[in-house]
């Protein structure tokens, strides 16, 4: 029997800004990517040090998912939650940085710390150890944001059963430029967001 499903939460992160919910809860003034993901790491009191090890993309997936999760996940209990994310570069950006450690033959220096985050879906590993998920997660590569595909397939999941709640979104990071846009879904009636798809708040 197929059960509705109903967006809970919100966030977005660009240009230097966190919007949670559709209000403003952190912005600074126009700095690269590193400076504003530390600077929103303290804001918000974020005890996690493996976050200044993380690549762009993990750190921006870890943000976003932070702000939602943290106040729906216990260390106490298991968290029943799927990670469904996508983006248009891969990890691109991480690609980059690693090929030209590998490709000056006279400082030649493959890093495996960079190398460690030259695949997507690694953010979602990072989530995951940060909130104890042992759900099912998956990245996808889109040309642009697909939301008809993550609203779809985030339903299956939990009209299965695989997972009591989704966090699902998009997640771009390249040459310092950056959108992260996630929501968590779940059957558990919420009125907050009845008339609002994933798509009408992607583009609000």
């Not at 993901?37 to 870890?62: G, H, I, T, V």
């Not at 944001?145 to 709640?165: G, Q, R, V």
């Amino acid at each position: 029997m197929t059960q509705n499903t109903y967006i809970h939460s919100y966030i977005k992160i660009e240009n230097n800004e966190i919007v949670l919910d559709g209000e403003t809860i952190f912005k600074i003034e126009p700095t690269d990517f590193g400076d504003f993901s530390k600077q929103a790491y303290r804001n918000f009191e974020m005890q996690y040090p493996k976050f200044f090890k993380m690549d762009a993309l993990s750190k921006l997936a870890f943000l976003g998912a932070e702000l939602l999760l943290s106040p729906i996940t216990s260390s106490e209990a298991e968290n029943n939650i799927a990670l469904v994310l996508a983006n248009k570069s891969s990890s691109l950006d991480t690609d980059v940085k690693y090929q030209e450690s590998i490709s000056d033959k006279e400082n030649y220096f493959p890093s495996p710390a960079v190398f460690v985050y030259t695949l997507p879906n690694i953010c979602l590993g990072e989530i995951s150890i940060r909130h104890q998920l042992k759900s099912e997660n998956s990245f996808f590569i889109f040309e642009a944001f697909n939301p008809e595909f993550m609203s779809n397939y985030s339903n299956i999941l939990l009209n299965s059963n695989k997972a009591d709640t989704v966090l699902c979104g998009w997640v771009e990071f390249f040459n310092d430029s950056y959108k992260a846009f996630l929501c968590t879904i779940s059957s558990k009636e919420n009125t907050k967001y009845t008339n609002e798809t994933i798509n009408t708040l992607y583009i609000k």
